[in-house]
């Protein structure tokens, strides 16, 4: 293995020689890093921006849009969200004609929920857990109360502190009554990752759809959407897949379920002839029937040059590299943090752990604003006591996971977090 | 007037001098015009790029999220939706609080519609008409099947040629049974401005709700939301508006009702906290309870950089402009195109047409192909018959309309258009 030699105890020298040694080190510099001095834990929530999207982006704006004009959609825009949406599948296991890069996490989600809800018309209980991103239980609560309030949303609550749930207790929710099963991958604070082909089979066991949730595993852990039989998968492209703020998002709809399933929003690039302008509303066949309105070129055209650099490198080494990150960073939490009344809120058996790790803290919301303020480190808070620290495996070195836990430690053995406000801000 | 010297039997000559008087013809410097020669119809499809846009962009992208990372949430970034919808709500008479800028069209009228059906649970019958724009409808009859088919969607025919409906047309089909009309401002092929006012008012009569869809005319033609006291309202940034292909569109909420209706989308950015991650969605006060997914930064960025230069122009001076376009583009086609078997398939009353000019010829889906093949004439083709040009107020000139329909003559006077197909492309 690559990064065998990264070893806590060996101090700075042993980070800087880790990143010698970590041959994804080189795609760091195709990133903008304009302070080397920062220490960016939030690679999961915004992913840095690629070098190349910006000339790709002005190529877009100045030659397509600024030249082509309309006829742009005539020369690549047209095919935009299925190419876009082909590149993602291969970070999925998804085979090309499934994936769709569209609209907003929210809104695939909605889709993918109702049109999950619509096609279990005889069951009634929607299960998911209580770790879950709250934008997407909304989304489930939306659902049923569309739907009349005829179904009952089953929380699963984790069992310890690392926020983990088997796959038997997804298991032991689920009935025959059960119409979904809908869950992040990745769940956002703790990072445990979900058993997704047992869980998903266990629910086609009763006959349940199944919708995931990527957002913090696209790009950052392997998975076979198709070699599991997922049916429904959304997810964001600002994280891992350095797409931008708020870059669309993906949606996958399994290929063996998409004659049977409709989105519940009827746009005119998901009907069959959009330029045949029919006044009445015939689904697109295969996954077209998932998209809406017109493709947001420029935010699309951000996220496909991110890809092009993204998808070569191979989710194996990927997921590699990032193991190798959460393993140094536990190994640096253990030796330089535990004492200091931080608990891991996190798994520790890397199998199960996503690419970021959160650290808990009684202070966790002083002590992050002081690391912001005062110390170059940018992690991201998250309720009640989460400092949640994303590792991103083309942009995170080892040297920048080394300062940042120095520099928690320096803050909180200094004790400088105490003067921040203890009340949460309306934005972290 | 400062158009009163255009005048169409003065030839080219009329036109050059029509641009030198025009006082908006400086506004056409400020975009993007690679090739002079091309004479553009469809900027009410796709607007010119403005060159400010490039700049903004490349600030956005590599000084707020290329350094300010994560923490240009906090720095501009998260009102974004608000202060791009209040400068959109500055051109359609709304005053601040009540315009988001998000989503597709297609989403936003997606959840006006839903949120009318259902503020309005005992009545069953919603009112469109014909020649809406399909995607219109398509939404209508998605919110329909959500509702259980209980509702009948009831569709007003035009009268005449020009595709214009009365008031009393649209009332004679509005009973005390309409929980919604549905209706673009402008109809997307003959450019029938609807009268918004006094059908807003029949509607509220009987207790209906109504939403308008803006796309073709936002940027436009000015209307007062407020003051007609206006639902809701959607539309489209990338026409008038010059936003860039597939730019995020925008949704009114009149502030009287803000607090009665709902989105169906709840997303974690319509939520009262979002950063508290409650488990239970509750809907934010005001407009933002209309807002679904995180924003798109970068394409809400383009739209703002548009939008700065335009709010200050006025409507009432873009209003102006436009009106001597299309009333030059008529008599242009009275003296040169009538007499080829064309037929004017727009109102000829400059109070009733938006800023685009449908001609219709038995052969134009050929006829169209051979302007953008031979001619560098960019219109777009409506079925069946329809010659659509697109006059932008900022962007088109005089002589850009003169050489227009100097070169559509020449086209069918040499019967160049024989040689294309008759048959429709998957995409015009």
């Not at 929710?173 to 099963?181: F, H, K, M, Y």
């Not at 998901?270 to 689904?283: E, H, L, M, R, V």
Request: hydrophobic fraction near 45%.
């Amino acid at each position: 293995m690559a990064y065998s030699a990264v070893r806590s105890e060996a101090g700075r020298a042993g980070a800087v020689l880790a990143d010698s040694n970590d041959p994804l080190a080189p795609y760091r510099e195709l990133f903008v890093i304009t302070d080397p001095e920062l220490v960016y834990f939030d690679g999961n929530s915004l992913g840095r921006l690629p070098k190349k999207t910006m000339n790709h982006l002005q190529n877009v704006i100045q030659q397509e849009w600024g030249t082509q004009l309309i006829r742009g959609w005539g020369t690549g825009w047209y095919d935009a969200p299925h190419r876009v949406g082909d590149k993602i599948g291969s970070l999925i296991g998804a085979a090309a004609g499934q994936v769709l890069a569209c609209d907003s996490t929210s809104v695939n989600l909605y889709k993918a929920v109702m049109a999950a809800l619509h096609a279990r018309p005889g069951k009634h209980t929607v299960v998911s857990d209580a770790m879950n991103f709250p934008s997407d239980l909304y989304i489930l609560q939306a659902a049923i109360t569309h739907y009349g309030n005829t179904h009952t949303l089953r929380l699963v609550q984790s069992h310890d502190a690392e926020l983990t749930v088997t796959p038997d207790a997804i298991a032991a929710a689920i009935t025959t009554d059960t119409a979904l099963v809908c869950l992040s991958h990745v769940t956002f604070k703790s990072g445990f990752i979900y058993d997704m082909q047992e869980i998903t089979r266990r629910a086609h066991e009763v006959g349940a759809l199944v919708v995931w949730d990527l957002s913090h595993s696209a790009g950052a852990v392997p998975m076979q959407l198709d070699g599991w039989n997922v049916d429904f998968a959304v997810g964001c492209c600002y994280k891992f897949l350095n797409g931008g703020p708020g870059a669309p998002a993906f949606i996958y709809v399994n290929k063996n379920i998409q004659a049977h399933v409709t989105s519940p929003i009827w746009g005119w690039f998901g009907q069959k002839s959009p330029f045949a302008f029919d006044i009445d509303y015939t689904p697109a066949d295969g996954i077209d029937r998932f998209l809406a309105g017109t493709p947001p070129m420029l935010a699309l055209s951000a996220v496909e040059a991110s890809l092009d650099m993204l998808v070569p490198v191979g989710m194996h080494a990927i997921r590699e590299k990032s193991i190798a990150l959460t393993e140094y960073l536990i190994a640096l939490y253990d030796s330089h943090l535990a004492e200091l009344g931080f608990s891991l809120g996190s798994p520790r058996d890397a199998a199960k752990r996503g690419s970021h790790v959160s650290i808990r803290h009684p202070l966790g919301y002083q002590i992050n604003q002081a690391l912001i303020a005062e110390q170059k480190v940018i992690p991201d808070f998250r309720e009640p006591d989460n400092l949640r620290l994303g590792l991103s495996p083309l942009t995170t070195s080892f040297v920048e996971v080394w300062d940042g836990v120095d520099r928690i430690r320096a803050t909180v053995v200094a004790g400088t977090h105490h003067k921040y406000p203890a009340a949460r801000k309306a934005v972290t």
